[in-house]
């Protein structure tokens, strides 16, 4: 992977080890130093996409792959209109990489809805041309609704954002196994 470099806060300025400059910001960051490494490797952003039947519930990553966030649905209505509203977020994020739910059944196994989301992401490479990889989802929804009901959130907008907050899980569970799985070798 290429290095890049990055300007970090970094406190106590004694403590580092490599030259640091000022803080060029204002307010509470001021003069706090910066530490300028290229010891940072650049981690591509992933689109992570839970495939409905109604609807696309979207996250992406941060630069690092450290953490998902949601950043919307799109409607399904078409293969090419999923497409179009696709291929807006794949190029205003620049993504790199599609992560997308796989909706196994409770013994693990490949049903109907895990075998239409691979056709999904075989269409998806093609189109994109990236790379498409899956990510056990199973009771994201679920884990969704509860994470949901406990921030008070009434019903009807539960329903609105609930495939976002499940692509948001996915990815994180997704980020977090490949962060394990780097720590280990």
């Given at each position: 992977?290429?290095?890049?470099?990055?300007?970090?806060?970094?406190?106590?300025?004694?403590?580092?080890?490599?030259?640091?400059?000022?803080?060029?910001?204002?307010?509470?960051?001021?003069?706090?130093?910066?530490?300028?490494?290229?010891?940072?490797?650049?981690?591509?952003?992933?689109?992570?996409?839970?495939?409905?039947?109604k609807n696309l519930g979207l996250a992406v990553s941060d630069d690092l792959g450290l953490m998902g966030h949601g950043i919307g649905a799109i409607r399904r209505r078409t293969l090419a209109l999923d497409f179009a509203g696709l291929r807006k977020h794949i190029e205003r994020y620049e993504i790199k990489q599609i992560v997308l739910g796989l909706p196994c059944t409770m013994d693990g196994s490949i049903g109907p809805a895990a075998r239409a989301v691979l056709a999904f992401g075989e269409e998806l490479k093609r189109e994109f041309g990236l790379p498409v990889d899956t990510w056990d989802e199973r009771l994201s929804s679920f884990e969704a609704e509860d994470r949901l009901i406990g921030a008070a959130m009434r019903s009807k907008k539960r329903r609105r954002v609930i495939d976002t907050v499940a692509a948001a899980i996915i990815l994180q569970g997704y980020l977090d196994h490949m962060k394990q799985q780097e720590e280990k070798s």
């Open positions: 992977m290429n290095g890049f470099w990055a300007v970090c806060p970094a406190a106590p300025a004694k403590k580092l080890t490599t030259a640091a400059t000022r803080h060029p910001l204002k307010g509470r960051h001021a003069g706090l130093p910066l530490l300028i490494t290229n010891s940072i490797d650049f981690i591509m952003r992933i689109l992570c996409i839970d495939y409905g039947s």
